[in-house]
C-alpha cells in the first residue's frame, strides 16, 4: 500500500459518539489540492453538504483539508449551518488555511443538535495527531453502523513517474444510486488540472457509486469527494490521462462494491449485469429496479431461484423491451429463456446460491447495446433489527 505523497490524517474521539470511539477524522494536504465533489440530490440537505458545496465555489476548487465527524449528521437542526460554520472556521484559524478551503462533512443520526463546542475542543489534539500514516484511523472513524472500514489503493506508472490513489469510504445502509450515497473521499498525488478533475469525478462515479443500492434511501448527507495535489511533481501526458482516470474508477468500484458487501445486516454481496438493452442508461435503469427489489433481495438470501421476481422488476424500470426476448442467469445458470422457464437443477442453483456472493445476468436478445454493471446486497432480518434501534 503506497499512500499518496503530501497528504496526513488523524483521528479523535470528541464525544459525539455515545460510546467512546473514534468520531472525527481529518485529511490534510500540504499542497492546496485541487478538489472535484459530488453531493446529494436529496431534496434535504445537511448543513455540511451546503457548506462544502459554498465553500468550493469560494476557493475556485482549492481544498487543503477535510472535517469529518461522525455519530451526528448535522442535518435538520436550528443550529446546524452555525455549527458547520464555526467548526470549519475553527479548523482553518488551526490549519492557517482559508476558511473555504476547509470542506465539512458529518454522518449520523439526522434531526438532533450538535454541540459545536465537542469538535472544537477536540481540534487541537486532532491536528496534533496528523501523520502520513494515519489513513486507517480516519477510515475507522467515519464508519457509522460498518462493520468494517472500506478503502482501497491504486497506483500508475506514467511517463515521468508514478501517480498514487487512495480511497476511504463509509455507509452501510441509507444506500441509494442518487450521486453519492455515502461519503467518500478519494486523494492522489497526481498533477490533475481542476476542470479535467471535475470531469473526471462524474464519469468515475457514474459507474461506481450510482451503481449502488442498499435500501433505496438516499442520503441527506452524501458527498464523494476527489482531490489531486500534484504532490508528486507527475502531470499525467494528454493520452495518460485516460489511464489515471481508469484507476480511478476503480478504486471507486471497490469501495462500492465494499459498501453492497457491508450492506446492513447483509450476508451477500450481488452484482447485478444487464447487455442488449437499448441504452447504457436504460440498463441502468433495469439494474436499478432489480437492486432496489425487495422481493428479489429477500429470494437471494434465502437462496431461492425466484427468476420471476428478477423479470417482474425488470419490467418496472420504465425501460422497453419485449418480454419473450428475456434471457436470465443466476450464479451463471440458465433459469429463465425467451422470457419463460428453463430447466435447471433447482436444489444445484440453491446450494450455489448459498455462496457469499451471487450474479444476477440479465439479457435482451436484439440488437441494443446498452449494458450495466450495479451492486446490492441481499436484505436479510439483521436490516430491520439495526434501523428499528437506530437512535436508541
Given at each position: 500500500?503506497?499512500l499518496?505523497?503530501g497528504y496526513?490524517?488523524?483521528s ?25 465533489a459530488v453531493?446529494t440530490?436529496?431534496?434535504v440537505?445537511a448543513?455540511?453538504v451546503?457548506l462544502s458545496?459554498?465553500?468550493l465555489?469560494?476557493s ?10 461522525a455519530?451526528?449528521a448535522?442535518?435538520a437542526?436550528?443550529?446546524g449551518?452555525a455549527?458547520?460554520?464555526?467548526t470549519?472556521?475553527?479548523a482553518?484559524?488551526?490549519?492557517k ?7 465539512p462533512?458529518?454522518?449520523?443520526v439526522?434531526g438532533v443538535?450538535l454541540?459545536p463546542?465537542?469538535?472544537?475542543d ?5 491536528i496534533?495527531?496528523l501523520?502520513?500514516h494515519r ?6 472513524a467515519?464508519?457509522t ?13 506514467l511517463?515521468?513517474?508514478?501517480a498514487?490513489?487512495?480511497?476511504m469510504?463509509?455507509g452501510s ?5 442518487q450521486?453519492?450515497?455515502t461519503l467518500g473521499f ?5 498533477d490533475?488540472p481542476g476542470a ?5 469525478l462524474?464519469?468515475?462515479a457514474?459507474r461506481s457509486?450510482n451503481r ?6 438516499t442520503?441527506t ?8 495535489n500534484g ?8 493520452k495518460?490521462?485516460?489511464k489515471v482516470?481508469?484507476a ?9 462494491q465494499?459498501?453492497?458487501?457491508d ?6 454481496l450481488?452484482t ?20 432496489n ?7 437471494v438470501a434465502g437462496?431461492?431461484?425466484n427468476?420471476g421476481r ?23 445458470v ?8 428453463a430447466?435447471f437443477s433447482?436444489a ?17 436478445r ?5 449494458s ?5 446486497c441481499d436484505?436479510?432480518?439483521g436490516?430491520?433489527?439495526?434501523n428499528?434501534s437506530?437512535?436508541t
Amino acid at each position: 500500500m503506497n499512500l499518496p505523497l503530501g497528504y496526513a490524517y488523524s483521528s479523535t474521539y470528541a464525544g459525539i459518539r455515545q460510546v467512546e470511539k473514534d468520531d472525527l477524522a481529518l485529511i490534510v494536504s500540504g499542497l492546496p489540492a485541487n478538489a472535484a465533489a459530488v453531493f446529494t440530490q436529496n431534496r434535504v440537505q445537511a448543513a455540511p453538504v451546503k457548506l462544502s458545496r459554498r465553500h468550493l465555489r469560494l476557493s475556485k476548487g482549492l481544498a487543503g483539508a477535510v472535517l469529518v465527524n461522525a455519530g451526528n449528521a448535522n442535518c435538520a437542526t436550528r443550529t446546524g449551518d452555525a455549527v458547520a460554520r464555526a467548526t470549519c472556521k475553527a479548523a482553518a484559524r488551526l490549519l492557517k488555511l482559508p476558511v473555504p478551503q476547509v470542506l465539512p462533512a458529518s454522518t449520523g443520526v439526522i434531526g438532533v443538535e450538535l454541540d459545536p463546542g465537542k469538535i472544537v475542543d477536540a481540534l487541537p489534539r486532532l491536528i496534533g495527531g496528523l501523520s502520513s500514516h494515519r489513513f486507517g484511523d480516519a477510515a475507522r472513524a467515519i464508519m457509522t453502523t460498518d462493520l468494517v472500514p472500506k478503502t482501497a489503493f491504486a497506483e500508475v506508472k506514467l511517463r515521468r513517474g508514478a501517480a498514487r490513489i487512495a480511497g476511504m469510504t463509509k455507509g452501510s445502509g441509507m444506500i441509494h444510486p442518487q450521486m453519492a450515497t455515502t461519503l467518500g473521499f478519494v486523494m492522489t498525488d497526481a498533477d490533475i488540472p481542476g476542470a479535467r478533475l471535475r470531469a473526471m469525478l462524474q464519469r468515475t462515479a457514474e459507474r461506481s457509486y450510482n451503481r449502488l443500492s442498499v435500501d433505496g434511501d438516499t442520503s441527506t448527507n452524501d458527498m464523494l469527494l476527489l482531490l489531486a495535489n500534484g504532490a508528486s511533481g507527475v502531470r499525467p501526458d494528454p493520452k495518460e490521462f485516460r489511464k489515471v482516470e481508469e484507476a480511478i474508477a476503480r478504486v471507486l468500484e471497490t469501495l462500492a462494491q465494499a459498501i453492497a458487501r457491508d450492506g446492513e445486516g447483509a450476508r451477500k454481496l450481488i452484482t447485478i449485469v444487464i447487455a442488449g438493452a437499448p441504452t447504457n442508461e436504460g440498463a441502468a435503469r433495469m439494474a436499478r429496479s432489480i437492486a432496489n427489489s425487495p422481493l428479489v433481495k429477500t429470494a437471494v438470501a434465502g437462496s431461492d431461484p425466484n427468476w420471476g421476481r428478477i423479470l417482474s422488476a425488470a419490467g418496472n424500470a420504465g425501460v422497453a423491451f419485449d418480454p419473450l426476448k428475456i434471457d436470465i442467469h443466476m450464479q451463471s445458470v440458465a433459469v429463465c429463456r425467451g422470457g419463460l422457464a428453463a430447466p435447471f437443477s433447482e436444489a444445484e442453483l440453491k446450494q450455489k446460491l448459498d455462496a457469499p456472493e451471487c450474479e444476477i445476468r440479465v439479457t435482451v436478445r436484439g440488437k441494443g447495446k446498452g449494458s450495466a454493471r450495479f451492486w446490492t446486497c441481499d436484505l436479510t432480518e439483521g436490516y430491520i433489527h439495526i434501523n428499528a434501534s437506530y437512535r436508541t
